[in-house]
């Protein structure tokens, strides 16, 4: 007996308890979406579509082939917003948290594991953060709910207006974009919002609060917001999330909503500007978006939000590491700094192979996608993008996919909401000791 636990221990390590955990979250959840209470539909939805959903909510996406406030009852409604809270808090990190509230310890292994998936530096004081995580999302999405309470109170009562203030809370903060105003016009978002300024501040600080990382803010609140003595992580995702919010926005609001004025000019190229940091809600039509919109947009869902947070993506991090080297390279440095700090080479090395990985996934499945279906291929690229960086935009070609692009998406927004490191990492056999060096050679490159 005692050797079979010796084995399990060394078998499943942190990242593959991690990995069957959100596979395990994912099943419940299918089987739960496609029992005939959770839906309008007599006899119950199928299950590859019940997969679907629940994978999307899980992972945090938002890419859906049925419209969730019509297709859903209130039962199905509530498992998907339990399961966007699970998926976005992490699935052991909020089993760990209802064992530690009940008062009990917790040993050495689960510590480990938060480590892992929240992407902490060390592992003392990870119950402590994981408290600091767990009460800081349910204080900010009780926020939020406050703050989008007149609106959709306003819209539809009170018992179904603080329903969906807080869902859609919970949805924004998680960077989750499943929304309930299909009842007013299927698939339809937050469209009829974009002039809205309390709506659309609200659900843009939610995404930016979750898409930053409690690591950030843990950082920022533990410093008195004193830049200077903040970790060179936090100060990569502050300036790194400035520049990808403030360079899109110019983009959209000189060039792709000049149609437009006054404040809906703003605010539409503002919230266009943050949604695709995995987010996915949205108040335009990216059906009748411009190509160059388009390829902005892909470009910042791959990117996604900071490490140890809700969004996913390939990270802001990883973006600012590989621009920061090439800078590096260009200018014929040795070593590769930043706010007067060094970045170490494996971090680089691992920044290079989750680029070189993202970028073959994208136009792999931009392929088949774009065969499969007879579709072209920038609208199936942005469809594989926002599964790759669980962000859940669509140009409206979702729900007219085939059994096997839906599959491919869902094998997507699983490995986006993982991560490419911690898949590696969990399917990868234990390490191996190199004994020895290979005789090195010269290769031209460039």
């Excluded at 920044?351 to 996608?369: E, H, K, N, P, R």
């Excluded at 969990?426 to 290979?438: D, E, F, K, M, P």
Aim: proline residues 3%; contains cysteine; hydrophobic residues 50%.
């Amino acid at each position: 007996m005692l050797n079979v636990r010796i084995y399990i221990q060394d078998r499943l390590t942190s990242f593959r308890i991690i990995l069957l955990s959100f596979v395990f979250l994912i099943l419940t959840g299918a089987i739960l979406l496609s029992l005939p209470i959770a839906s309008t539909t007599e006899g119950g939805v199928p299950f590859l579509n019940a997969l679907f959903t629940s994978t999307s909510a899980a992972c945090v996406t938002g890419l859906v082939v049925y419209d969730t406030a019509t297709k859903w009852t209130l039962f199905g409604k509530i498992v998907i917003m339990i399961l966007i809270q699970i998926g976005g808090l992490g699935v052991v990190t909020a089993g760990v948290a209802i064992v530690t509230f009940t008062g009990k310890q917790v040993g050495l292994v689960p510590r480990i594991v938060i480590q892992d998936a929240v992407s902490a530096p060390q592992i003392g004081g990870v119950i402590r953060f994981m408290k600091f995580l767990v009460t800081g999302t349910f204080c900010i999405e009780a926020a939020g709910a406050l703050c989008l309470l007149p609106f959709f109170v306003g819209r539809f009562g009170l018992p179904r207006g603080a329903g969906y203030a807080v869902f859609h809370s919970v949805s924004a903060f998680c960077n989750a974009g499943f929304d309930l105003m299909g009842v007013e016009q299927q698939f339809s978002s937050l469209t009829s919002c974009a002039a809205n300024v309390t709506v659309n501040v609200t659900i843009m600080l939610l995404i930016i609060l979750g898409g930053a990382g409690f690591l950030t803010w843990n950082d920022l609140l533990k410093n008195r917001f004193r830049l200077r003595k903040l970790r060179l992580q936090t100060k990569l995702i502050l300036a790194s999330t400035a520049v990808l919010i403030l360079l899109p926005f110019l983009f959209f609001y000189f060039l792709e909503f000049r149609g437009y004025s006054g404040i809906e000019r703003l605010m539409l190229s503002l919230f266009q500007s943050v949604t695709p940091r995995t987010a996915g809600f949205n108040t335009f039509d990216y059906g009748q978006m411009s190509e160059n919109g388009w390829l902005i947009t892909i470009f910042l869902m791959i990117i996604g939000g900071a490490p140890g947070s809700t969004a996913g993506g390939m990270k802001v991090t990883t973006m600012a590491v590989l621009i920061i080297s090439a800078g590096a390279y260009l200018r014929r440095r040795t070593d590769v700094n930043c706010f007067r700090r060094r970045i170490d080479q494996d971090v680089i090395h691992n920044a290079i192979a989750l680029l070189t990985l993202y970028i073959f996934l994208l136009l792999g499945g931009t392929m088949l996608v774009s065969n499969i279906e007879g579709l072209p291929v920038l609208p199936s690229m942005f469809e594989c993008a926002s599964a790759l960086g669980t962000v859940g935009l669509t140009t409206g070609i979702t729900t007219g996919l085939s059994v096997f692009s839906r599959i491919l998406l869902i094998c997507f927004m699983f490995f986006g909401r993982i991560g490419g490191l911690t898949l590696g990492y969990a399917l990868a056999s234990s390490v191996r000791q190199n004994t020895g060096r290979l005789p090195a050679e010269n290769v031209s490159v460039g």
